[in-house]
């Protein structure tokens, strides 16, 4: 069986930005399946290499879902982490 591939969420820990995905995420919790977090470093931000593979603009949050599309901006992002897994733990 073929194992579906994950969302995938650049994070840094003091991105403001980025600590708004990180909240959306926590509080519409059990997406672990679904989207994996790589917290990244402020010397991976110097190198840039990874980062600019996802985001040309070197700037954190980066977002690439699982079909390869590559989001950036953080109210972009949780759009789409909305209409994608919005509603999943509504009771």
Same mark, same amino acid.
């Given at each position: 069986?073929?194992?579906?591939?994950?969302?995938?969420?650049?994070?840094?820990? #003091?991105?403001?930005?980025?600590?708004?995905?990180?909240?959306?995420?926590?509080?519409?919790?059990?997406?672990?399946?679904?989207?994996? *977090?790589?917290?990244?470093? #402020?010397?991976?931000?110097?190198?840039?290499?990874?980062?600019?593979?996802?985001?040309?603009?070197?700037?954190?949050?980066?977002?690439?879902?699982? *079909?390869?599309?590559? @989001?950036?901006?953080?109210?972009?992002?949780?759009?789409? @982490?909305?209409?994608?897994?919005?509603?999943?733990?509504?009771?």
């Amino acid at each position: 069986m073929k194992q579906q591939q994950k969302c995938i969420f650049y994070d840094l820990k #003091h991105s403001n930005n980025a600590a708004r995905v990180r909240l959306w995420l926590r509080l519409n919790g059990g997406l672990n399946d679904y989207v994996e *977090t790589v917290v990244l470093s #402020h010397g991976d931000l110097d190198e840039g290499q990874k980062l600019e593979e996802v985001n040309p603009l070197k700037k954190i949050p980066a977002f690439v879902t699982d *079909t390869g599309l590559k @989001l950036f901006e953080s109210f972009v992002i949780i759009s789409y @982490l909305e209409d994608r897994f919005g509603g999943r733990n509504s009771s």
